[in-house]
């Protein structure tokens, strides 16, 4: 990971920390890549409960409770999608706020109207969501560690950070 994830990672675990803020992630593209960023600071478990990495829609049904309909009507990479990754994360795991990520990391995956790069991040508390949808580009690597910083910067900015 660049400096740039590191250091929104760190801003980000301050302002958790300062507000007593408790966070959650549901993770597909990253595969784990965005809750270890976010624990990768020490003392991570007073604000971080925990990260879904639900890869297949199966696991996005069983853990995260996003209905069969929202997957068949929308597909797994769409902003409906996303949002209720980050809704059933925070129920989940029980925390203040929860961020999700979805997408196609490539080098295939791409469908009609969603290329390889195209990623959905969704950020939740409660009361209200912000979905996002992001377009990145590079290889692999590129589009998941694009995922992580957008995802931590989203979470960051969605909080009042600044």
Same mark, same amino acid.
């Given at each position: 990971? @660049?400096? @740039? ?12 920390? &300062?507000? &007593? ?6 993770? %597909? ?18 604000? =971080? ?7 297949? @829609? %199966? ?24 949002? %209720? ?7 989940? =795991? ?5 961020? %999700?990520?979805?997408? #196609? ?14 990623? =959905? #991040?969704?950020?939740?508390?409660? &009361? ?6 992001? &377009? ?15 995802? #931590?910067?989203?979470?960051?900015? =969605?909080?009042?950070?600044?």
């Amino acid at each position: 990971m @660049n400096m @740039n994830v590191e250091i929104m990672a760190d801003r980000l675990g301050l302002l958790l920390e &300062q507000r &007593q803020i408790t966070v959650a992630a549901a993770e %597909s593209c990253t595969g784990g890549l965005l809750g270890g960023m976010i624990t990768a600071r020490a003392g991570a478990s007073v604000y =971080f409960l925990g990260s879904a990495v639900t890869y297949v @829609n %199966s696991a996005k049904e069983k853990l995260l409770g996003v209905p069969t309909a929202v997957l068949a009507a929308h597909g797994a990479v769409s902003a409906e999608t996303a949002a %209720s990754m980050a809704s059933g994360a925070r129920i989940l =795991f029980g925390s203040d706020v929860a961020v %999700s990520v979805t997408g #196609i990391a490539g080098p295939g995956g791409a469908v009609l109207g969603k290329p390889v790069g195209t990623v =959905f #991040i969704s950020v939740a508390d409660g &009361q209200r969501a912000e979905t996002r949808r992001y &377009q990145f580009a590079g290889d692999r690597g590129a589009v998941r560690e694009q995922t992580v910083l957008t995802a #931590i910067t989203q979470l960051y900015d =969605f909080l009042g950070g600044a």
